[in-house]
C-alpha cells in the first residue's frame, strides 16, 4: 500500500443505524473496523442521538442552514472526513427509521445543491459504503436502498464505492458473502 492511498482514508465515519448490538449489521460494522487500516475511526449511533426530524420547514432554502442545531457536530465531520460507512438493517424495504431520518436532514445541501446552479455546499469529494442486512432476500430492498442513498450522495459530493450486504438473517445468513463484499470494498479502496 502507498502512502498516498493511506493518508487518502485517514479519517473515516461510521454511520450506524443498527437498533441489535448482537445483531448482523453490527457484526458487518465490526468486521469492517477489524479490516481497516486507519487512524481515525468516528461513529455516529442515531439510535442513541436524538436528533430532530426534518419538517420541511424551507428555512435552509433562504439562509443555507438548518434552524436546528442538533447535529451540527456531526455535519462538520461528515464534511470533512475521507470515508462514511452507512450501516443499517432493512427495514420495511429500506433504511431503518432513524437513517432515513438522518439522510432527510440533509435537506439544506438539496437546496443549495438546486439554488446554486447545481453547485456542491460541501467542498471536500468524500467516498461512501453502504453495509446493511435484511431477514429475507432483500435484493430488491438493497436496490431500492442504494438508490435512495445515490440521490443523497449527489448533493452531497459523495462517490459511492460498494456495499456488503447481509442477507437471510432469519433463516441462513449470509454472513460469509457479505465479509467478502467487505473484503472486496477494501481491496478496491487499498485500506487493508
Ligand atoms: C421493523 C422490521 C422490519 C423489517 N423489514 C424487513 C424487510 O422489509 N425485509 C427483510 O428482508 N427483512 C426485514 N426485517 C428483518 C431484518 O432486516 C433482519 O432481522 C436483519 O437481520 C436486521 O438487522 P440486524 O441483524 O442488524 O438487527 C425487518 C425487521 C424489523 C424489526
Do not use: W
Request: net charge negative.
Amino acid at each position: 500500500m502507498k502512502q498516498s492511498d493511506f493518508m487518502k482514508y485517514n479519517k473515516i465515519l461510521i454511520v450506524d443505524a443498527v437498533s441489535r448490538n448482537d445483531g448482523f449489521t453490527k457484526k458487518l460494522v465490526e468486521f469492517f473496523k477489524s479490516n481497516i487500516n486507519a487512524e481515525n475511526v468516528v461513529t455516529f449511533e442515531t439510535y442513541k442521538e436524538k436528533f430532530k426530524f426534518c419538517d420541511g420547514c424551507n428555512f435552509c432554502e433562504e439562509n443555507e442552514r438548518c434552524k436546528y442545531k442538533d447535529l451540527d457536530l456531526f455535519m462538520s465531520e461528515f464534511e470533512t472526513v475521507d470515508l462514511i460507512v452507512f450501516a443499517t438493517p432493512v427495514y420495511n424495504g429500506m433504511v431503518s427509521a432513524p437513517m432515513k431520518a438522518l439522510i432527510e436532514r440533509f435537506q439544506p445541501y438539496y437546496s443549495y445543491f438546486y439554488k446554486h446552479q447545481k453547485t456542491q455546499k460541501i467542498e471536500k469529494r468524500r467516498s461512501a459504503i453502504i453495509l446493511a442486512s435484511a431477514g429475507r432476500d432483500g435484493e430488491t430492498a438493497l436496490e431500492y436502498i442504494v438508490t435512495q442513498y445515490k440521490y443523497a450522495f449527489s448533493v452531497t459530493n459523495i462517490e459511492f464505492i460498494g456495499s456488503a450486504f447481509c442477507n437471510f438473517t432469519d433463516t441462513y445468513p449470509n454472513l460469509l458473502k457479505a465479509e467478502n463484499e467487505i473484503k472486496d470494498i477494501l481491496e478496491r479502496m487499498d485500506l487493508q
